[in-house]
C-alpha cells in the first residue's frame, strides 16, 4: 500500500485529494499549513508527497521542498501550484521537485505522475505483460489469455482489462474509468461503463472457478484474485 503525504491548506482540494487516493488503497495523511507538514515529511516514511506551492504564514511549498532537500530527504515530491509561469515551474524543479502540476487538474493525470514517481523510484520499467492470477496480457501484441484460453476482446474492451490489471487489488472509481479508458471528462449519465464490464466478466470469468472482477458497491470495480473486503 502506498503511503502519501499531503501538505495543502485549501480544506476542499485537500479533501478531494485523500478521498481520491484512499479510492486507490493508499495510506494517506494531509497536514493544512508548513510546519506541520515538514514536521510530518521528515519523521515519517512516505512514497511521495504531494505539496501545495502556495501555503500561509510564510512558510510555503518552496520553503519546505529547500528545506527538505537540504537535509538530504529525496522522498519524490510533486508540486501543485496555481502558477503557471516557467519561470516558477524551473524554480520549484531546480529547488528538487520530482514533478509539477498546475492547477486545476484531472485526479486521473496526478494519479499517473505519481504513479509515474514510485516508477522512477524503484527503477522499475513498464511491464509489457500484466498478470494476474490465471489471467495474462501482452501490453505490445495486445493478445489476452486467461488459463492458457485466449480471450476475444474488442479494442476497448482490451484497454478496459489491462486499465484493471495495472490497478490489481485496487478499487477502480466508475469516474477513473471514466477518465482512463473512454476520456471523458464528464459522466454521460449511461450505463456505458456496467454493460462492458458485463461483456468482460462472460470473457474473463465465465467457465472459470474463481472470478477476477469484483463489484465494489458504490465505489467500483476491482480486478484481483481476492473478493474485496465488506
Known amino acids: 500500500m502506498p503511503r502519501f503525504l499531503i501538505i495543502e491548506d485549501d480544506s476542499q482540494n485537500a479533501r478531494f485529494l485523500a478521498e481520491g487516493m484512499r479510492e486507490l488503497q493508499a495510506e494517506v495523511c494531509v497536514c493544512p ?3 506541520q507538514g515538514l514536521t510530518q515529511a521528515v519523521t515519517g516514511h512516505w512514497d511521495a508527497i ?3 506551492r502556495m501555503l500561509p504564514d510564510g512558510f510555503d511549498g518552496l520553503k519546505i ?8 530527504n529525496t522522498t519524490p515530491v510533486l508540486v501543485l501550484s496555481a502558477l503557471s509561469a516557467t519561470d516558477e515551474r524551473v ?3 531546480k529547488a528538487g521537485c520530482d514533478d509539477y ?10 494519479q499517473a505522475r505519481l504513479e509515474a514517481l514510485l ?10 505483460v500484466l498478470e494476474v492470477g490465471d489471467l495474462r496480457l501482452d501490453l505490445l501484441s495486445r493478445h489476452a489469455e486467461r488459463g492458457g484460453r485466449t480471450l476475444m476482446l474488442q479494442p476497448r474492451e482490451f484497454r478496459l482489462l489491462a486499465f484493471l490489471a495495472r490497478h490489481v487489488d485496487q478499487t477502480v472509481t466508475r469516474t477513473m474509468l471514466l477518465e482512463s ?7 454521460p449519465q449511461t450505463n456505458v461503463i456496467d454493460v462492458h464490464i458485463s461483456r468482460l466478466r462472460n470473457k474473463v470469468d465465465k467457465g472459470f472457478e474463481q472470478p477476477l472482477i469484483h463489484t465494489v458497491r458504490g465505489v467500483g ?10
Open 33 to 35: 499549513d508548513g510546519v
Open 50 to 52: 504531494v505539496l501545495d
Open 65 to 72: 521542498l529547500q528545506a527538505l532537500r537540504g537535509m538530504g
Open 91 to 93: 524554480r520549484c524543479l
Open 101 to 110: 502540476l498546475t492547477k486545476p487538474f484531472a485526479f486521473s493525470e496526478l
Open 119 to 128: 516508477r522512477r523510484v524503484q527503477s522499475a520499467a513498464p511491464a509489457p
Open 181 to 187: 479508458v473512454w476520456d471523458y471528462r464528464f459522466d
Open 221 to 230: 470495480y476491482c480486478l484481483s484474485t481476492q473478493p474485496p473486503a465488506p
